[in-house]
Each structure stands twice: as C-alpha cells, then as structure tokens.
C-alpha cells in the first residue's frame, strides 16, 4: 500500500515509538501518582519524564500546563466548555474542523454562547486579520482558529490574529491538530493562551493521546471529574495542574509513544521535515497540474504550499471516486469526501464533490508520488 492520508493519521510509525509503546505495557503497566510502591513511583517518575518532553518541544510555561488528553477534539473541547461562560462570544474561522464547530454550535444551540465565522483568506493575511477584527464585539471572550487548514493546507497567520486577540483582552486557542511537527510552536514566543494537539499525526504518537497546553494564569474549569490520586478526601477535583484536568487512569503506552514520537521528529528536525514532505507535494503538484480534467487548491500568492498537503477535484467526478479508484485498482490511500470540515468546503464552493487530499510523510518517497501521478494520467 502507498499511504497518502497522513493528515488523518501518520503511517507507518517510526521502529522508536512501537518499541516505546510495547516497552510501556511490559514495563510501566502501573497508575502513576497511585500508589507508593516501586512500580507506580517508577511510572509517575517517566510520565513526568514525558511531559518535560513535550514542554521543552513547545517552549509551554510548565511541566504542569501539559495536559495529556485522548486527543485533540478533547482538547479543544476543555478549552472551549471549561472556559466559556453564558453570554460568551467566540470566533473561529471559516476553515475550522468539526472539532471546534461542533462543541461551540451545541453552546449555541443551548443559548449559553454566540460565535461568528471570520472568513479567511489564504492569498491576503490583511483582509483574514480584518475579517476577524470586524467580528469582535463587546462579549468577545476566545478567537479559536486552526494553524494550517486539514482540507486545503492553507495556513493562517496565527501569530497576529493571537496577539490581534489579546489587543483586545481575548483569549487565544490554536488548533494545532495539522502543524504540530510540520510547523514550530512557541508558546513562549506566540503567547498562546491554549494549544491544542493531536499526538498520532505528524507528532508521529499512537492514536488515543492529544494534548492540552495551557499559556500562563490560565483558568480552566474541569470537563470531566473523577480520581486522581491526589486530595482524594475531597469531592471536589484538585485545584492544580494537571490533576484538575485529568480524571481517571492515564493512558501510559499512548504518552510514552507520544514522547518517543516528538523525540523522532527532534532527531530529524522539522524544518527538515517540512522541506522534505514539501519538495513531495510540489513535485507532485508540478506533474499534474497540467491534466485538465483535475482543478488543484492552492495560494496562487506562493510558489510552495503552506504545509505539505494538496488537494484537488476531478472534473465530473466526486472525489470519493476518486479517492475509491485509487484504492482499489492501485492499492493508494487518500482521502477524499469532507473531511469533517464543511465550512471550509462552503467558503472555498467544493461542498458538493468534496477534495481529495493528499498528505505525505516524513516515510514518502518520491517513488510513490511517481506511481500516483501514474495512476491519477490513467483516470480519464
């Protein structure tokens, strides 16, 4: 199989993390933080291990802002439901995944918040950073947006639309679900307020473990309640990071593969990996343009891509067929459909026939990208 869906989920994994996560279940099959014998001392003493990771990779304030999650959409969902309050205003962009849409509707559909969509436009940083202005109002509390589109791969200019936010005294979440490993994070240096992650794309993580990184004298109420395994006397959770976020028994083969998975992408760089994974894309991009029965999204501004994603339609033909005749006539993964993103279907007019995406990683090679472009002449 030639695997181009790595936007959904990076495959195959590096040797690194399968022996990090089998290592976890043989050795660190303990709750941490939950009892004082040897093992769980041993266990708490490596999830600390992995958080320090994940908070040097981030530059995040602390150790305890790291909050280890089952995955991005629980993530964004924390920020949203454990921040906002009735009568609350948010905006998101018109390029959101359903993991930020779908929580803020059903607030709306509550009557406890309102939002508004702030259409972005890929060839003009100016205009998406004035959209978002006109759609502030007096009740603004979060700007929510996505770093880099999981559609289009159009990215944002997140850095100013946070510190447009915080101009105004708003708080800032950055979905990170698509650039996290493609792209550098600072939080330090954006000042982010909240990123949040997906540990099984270009993290390179087992699926099953996202984070939440929370800025400096950030406040978050709790989503779910449960143990911990510290103040247990109390019936109200702890009132500290990250315990007050974690309930429940933490999934240890999914943090110690998470770690093993940023380790890889340190070892290789991500400038190095995104100039790679580029170099794919746009070779590719420069072999197809030129069939005409297939239209390619793109910023016409910019001779490469935002981050390593393309995505494209075939004339008369819906991109799910595509996407099926790739499959099944030459063994080739791609995404094609919605991509659990209709507003950036409806703001770029692809809601009909959907895209097909394609996403490589940093395991590609230009081999398969040459059997695609053969597959892709033989369509029509």
């Known amino acids: 199989m030639i695997y181009l869906d790595n936007s959904a989920t990076t495959y195959p994994k590096p040797p690194e993390v399968l022996r990090?996560?089998?290592?976890?279940?043989r050795e660190y099959s303990f709750n941490p933080g939950r009892g004082g014998y040897?093992?769980?001392l041993k266990t708490s003493k490596k999830v600390y291990q992995a958080r320090e990771t994940i908070r040097k990779f981030f530059n995040?304030?602390?150790?305890?802002?790291?909050?280890?999650?089952?995955?991005?959409t629980q993530s964004i969902n924390m920020a949203v439901k454990g921040v906002l309050k009735n009568g609350d205003h948010v905006i998101i962009s018109s390029l959101e995944h359903n993991a930020?849409?779908?929580?803020?509707?059903?607030?709306k559909e509550q009557g406890k918040i309102t939002y508004s969509i702030a259409e972005a436009a890929p060839e003009d940083d100016e205009k998406t950073i004035q959209n978002f202005r006109d759609s502030i109002n007096q009740n603004t509390r979060m700007?929510?947006?996505?770093?880099?589109?999981?559609?289009f791969g159009f990215r944002l200019p997140v850095e100013r639309l946070c510190a447009l936010a915080h101009s105004y005294g708003i708080l800032f979440c950055l979905d990170a679900a698509q650039s996290a490993g493609i792209l550098p994070i600072d939080m330090e240096e954006g000042r982010y307020d909240f990123v949040c992650c997906a540990g099984h794309k270009y993290l390179y993580g087992p699926m099953g473990i996202g984070l939440l990184i929370t800025?400096?004298?950030?406040?978050?109420?709790?989503l779910i309640e449960g143990g911990t395994g510290s103040v247990s006397s109390e019936l109200t959770m702890p009132s500290f990071y990250p315990d007050k976020l974690e309930a429940g028994t933490l999934n240890i083969p999914g943090i110690l593969g998470l770690e093993a998975g940023i380790q890889f992408v340190e070892r290789n760089g991500i400038n190095n990996i995104y100039e790679k994974e580029s170099h794919l894309i746009n070779y590719l991009r420069d072999r197809i343009?030129?069939?005409?029965?297939?239209?390619i999204y793109e910023n016409s501004n910019v001779d490469h891509f935002d981050v390593p994603l393309l995505a494209f339609?075939?004339?008369d033909t819906d991109s799910e067929s595509v996407a099926n005749y790739l499959s099944e006539k030459y063994d080739i993964a791609v995404r094609g459909g919605l991509h659990c993103a209709p507003t950036a279907h409806e703001s770029m007019g692809t809601s009909m026939g959907g895209i097909v995406r394609i996403a490589p990683s940093v395991f590609t090679t230009q081999t398969d990208m040459n059997l695609l472009v053969n597959s892709l002449r033989k369509f029509r």
């Open 313 to 315: 339609s075939a004339k």
């Open 289 to 295: 343009k030129d069939f005409r029965y297939l239209k």
């Open 215 to 222: 800025g400096k004298d950030i406040t978050v109420d709790s």
């Open 60 to 72: 995040a304030p602390s150790v305890e802002s790291v909050i280890l999650t089952p995955g991005c």
């Open 38 to 40: 040897r093992h769980s």
């Open 20 to 25: 990090a996560v089998q290592n976890a279940v």
């Open 100 to 107: 930020v849409v779908r929580p803020l509707h059903k607030l």
């Open 143 to 151: 700007i929510i947006c996505t770093h880099a589109s999981n559609v």
